[in-house]
């Protein structure tokens, strides 16, 4: 079980920076991928980012891609996305996820491999 908690979120304007943290509880934090997806009004839950539990793998989402950075630490059981190029687009509630199955090589972009979600923070990002 993963207890995940998301932070950072704000009001930014366009062409600013966020990091968002995503804290994580539980023994298995660490083996599991990890994935941030992000919710606008009227829209659906689409991916932005995962990274692999190892760290190796990293996959964006086109619209974010060059502007957004994902990282984590294990050690702190806490995972990161850089965010910089805000655009008004960007605006969302963004929530960090776990990966369903542990110890996955590859990162999927599809929510339902998700299995623990954060309850999400807002960024708003004004033009």
């Known amino acids: 079980q993963v207890q995940l908690v998301e932070s950072g979120g704000g009001l930014v304007q366009a062409g600013g920076s966020l990091r968002l943290s995503c804290a994580g509880s539980g023994r298995t934090f660490s083996t599991y991928a990890m994935g941030w997806f992000r919710q606008a009004p009227g829209k659906e839950r689409e991916f932005v980012a995962a990274?692999?539990?190892?760290?190796?793998?990293?996959r964006y989402a086109d619209s974010v891609k060059g502007r957004f950075t994902i990282s984590r630490d294990n050690a702190k059981n806490t995972v990161y996305l850089q965010m910089n190029g805000l655009k008004p687009e960007d605006t969302a509630v963004y929530y960090c996820a776990a990966d369903t199955i542990p110890l996955r090589v590859v990162v999927v972009p599809t929510t339902r491999e998700y299995a623990y979600w954060g309850p999400g923070t807002q960024v708003t990002v004004s033009s």
């Open positions: 990274i692999s539990w190892s760290t190796r793998n990293t």
